[in-house]
């Protein structure tokens, strides 16, 4: 009877602690799903094109630019629709007409932002800066502002959040 009780509570155990390294474990693939899916938005929703987004445990944080409340409103709608969204920070800002700074002025700018940030690389083409590499989760949304300050077109945010 017994080794009944313990071979019961080794097994519920055993359950909570698989149970809790698929949930631990799931964060950060649902954020990287999260982000392919924003970054495909970012091409076929226009309110998107000059929006930039950080995922972070399903947390979205928009940043960029729209010419109308409408457009910011229908951005964060859009984002709220992918699956595993949980919340949706909104950090858009409303502009009318949008200054993008030219590629050679935007690449100097960048290199000079990333290099603060060691596995983070930029690259400029059209007005659209493209990361890539690894930034540590409490350093993304300073750099997505400070990028977002050079007036790019929009950010291509492909960094790996660690």
């Known amino acids: 009877m017994h080794n009944k009780k313990s071979l019961s509570l080794l097994v519920v155990f055993a359950f909570f602690v698989t149970s809790f390294s698929i949930i631990s474990c799931g964060g950060a693939n649902h954020d990287a799903a999260i982000q392919t899916k924003i970054s495909a938005l970012t091409q076929t929703t226009p309110e998107l094109q000059s929006v930039s987004a950080s995922v972070s445990k399903g947390v979205v944080t928009l940043i960029g630019n729209c010419q109308s409340e409408k457009e910011r409103e229908r951005a964060e709608k859009a984002v709220k ?57 409490d350093d993304l949304q300073q750099l997505m502002t400070d990028l977002n300050a050079l007036r790019p077109r929009r950010i291509e945010n492909q960094l790996v959040v660690e």
Do not use: F, P, W
């Open 81 to 137: 629709k992918i699956d595993d969204v949980r919340d949706v920070i909104n950090n858009i800002t409303i502009t009318q007409n949008i200054d993008v700074t030219s590629d050679s002025d935007l690449r100097d700018q960048a290199a000079k932002v990333v290099k603060k940030y060691k596995h983070v690389q930029a690259e400029v083409n059209g007005g659209i800066i493209t990361l890539r590499g690894t930034v540590d989760k």
